[in-house]
């Protein structure tokens, strides 16, 4: 070997041993050299390794110095859910959850709301999975229970009907305490008004992606209202008067129906029948400002007047839907692809490809329900092309 060969052979050990003290002394280092980055930059896999900031108001600032994220600009905004104390186990797992792949990054609040007090046992296996704040609230009574105005032998006769008809909770006041609550009042909640913008999350839910993006602000910036992951059809039987309720509505305040809304996704002969297509209200990320508005406070309140959350069994998800669909224009409505989604028995799972690959998701694409026969989202997607 001659002299310049043998200087080559030097200097190269020299790189190499170089590379791997700083591999193993600089967390950092090692991270953006490792061969696993490589193929992620190969492959446009987006890095997700960002420098924390602690935020000061969290009770407890997380420990672990690898939750790494510079976050310069926050929304007004908050998780809410709605559970019980025998919820318990379900929200532990939901909220690690969207932890894990969320919000250990961004931190936002928590709001948990019941109609009975929460245990301290039930606040303290809650606050232990989150450095961001987390409030427990107490509904107020009458946002909750049934009206003394309804005529209980008029409900009790449509739940004993429902019941042998043999549909789903079709013989429970709580379930149609808690559709109408969702209607028309967690965003009452004192807990609740400080904030503009809640992502609804129930007990056992899962999140199957990283958020790469703060969906908050994608929100704010895109100027969107409401936004889903699944859509699909409604029981009739628990809504059989609604929709003419809904064309009641319209014909008392046709001020509040919005230009381009999305009335030719709700129904296919211009408004005459409602397919039963509806986002479905477990997932929701949305602006309250648009619930405690004219338009829908007047709508939800002309609803309720008409006792069909207690004589029948309309849900929050056609309620919301219908809102949205009528009184905002429909580009204020968003799907998300990339919030990789499960709430029992179906998902919603990025199709395969961008979103997929940069959410590093667990879900199978091919299990997806946005094509299933029961799902709405190819009448959404033929809707937004027209
Ligand atoms: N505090 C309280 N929360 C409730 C009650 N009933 C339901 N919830 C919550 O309200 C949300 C919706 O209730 P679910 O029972 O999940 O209703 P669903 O999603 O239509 O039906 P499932 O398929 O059973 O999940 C969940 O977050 C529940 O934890 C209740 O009586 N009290
Ligand atoms: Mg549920």
């Keep these: 070997m001659n002299t310049s060969a043998r200087y080559l052979l030097i200097i190269l050990g020299l790189i190499i041993s170089i590379h791997y003290i700083l591999s193993f002394t600089h967390e950092s280092y090692g991270r953006a050299t490792s061969l696993s980055n490589l193929k992620n930059h190969l492959y446009g896999v987006d890095d997700d390794y960002i420098t924390f900031v602690p935020n000061p108001d969290a009770p407890n600032a997380p420990s672990d110095p690898s939750e790494h994220l510079a976050i310069d600009r926050r929304a007004n905004a908050t998780f809410v859910i709605l559970c019980r104390n025998s919820d318990l186990e379900g929200t532990v797992r939901s909220i690690r959850q969207i932890e894990d792949r969320f919000n250990r990054r961004y931190q936002y609040p928590y709001v948990l709301l019941n109609e009975v007090a929460f245990t301290d046992d039930f606040k303290n296996r809650i606050k232990v999975l989150t450095a961001a704040k987390v409030e427990f609230g107490l509904i107020p009574h009458d946002h909750w229970y049934q009206p003394d105005w309804i005529d209980e032998d008029h409900a009790t006769k449509g739940r004993e009907k429902m ?121 929701e990320i949305a602006d309250m400002d648009f619930w405690r508005g004219e338009a829908y406070s007047a709508f939800f309140d002309y609803l309720d007047s008409k006792g069909g959350f207690y004589y029948e069994r309309w849900g929050d998800a056609p309620v919301h839907s219908i809102g949205a669909a009528l009184f905002l224009p429909r580009s204020r409505i968003h799907f ?43 009448k959404w997607d033929r809707f937004i092309e027209q």
């Design 336 to 378: 998300w692809d990339e919030i990789g989604y499960e709430h029992n028995p179906y998902t919603h799972c990025p199709k395969l490809g961008k979103n997929w690959a940069n959410g590093r998701c667990s879900c199978d694409p091919g299990r997806s329900f946005d094509y299933d026969g029961y799902s709405c989202m190819s």
């Design 163 to 283: 019941e042998a008809d043999k549909i789903i909770y079709g013989g429970s006041v709580s379930y149609r305490n808690m559709c109408r609550f969702n209607s028309g009042f967690f965003y009452r909640h004192p807990l609740m008004q400080k904030y503009r913008w809640y992502w609804r999350i129930e007990p056992d839910v899962h999140f199957h992606c990283n958020i790469n993006q703060d969906p908050f602000l994608f929100m704010e910036d895109n100027n969107k209202t409401y936004s889903f992951t699944i859509t699909m059809y409604e029981f009739e039987a628990t809504i059989p008067t609604l929709w003419g309720e809904v064309h009641n509505f319209m014909k008392l305040h046709p001020e509040y129906i919005a230009e381009g809304n999305s009335m030719g996704f709700m129904s296919d002969n211009g408004g005459e029948k409602y397919n039963l297509c509806h986002f479905w209200s477990n997932f």
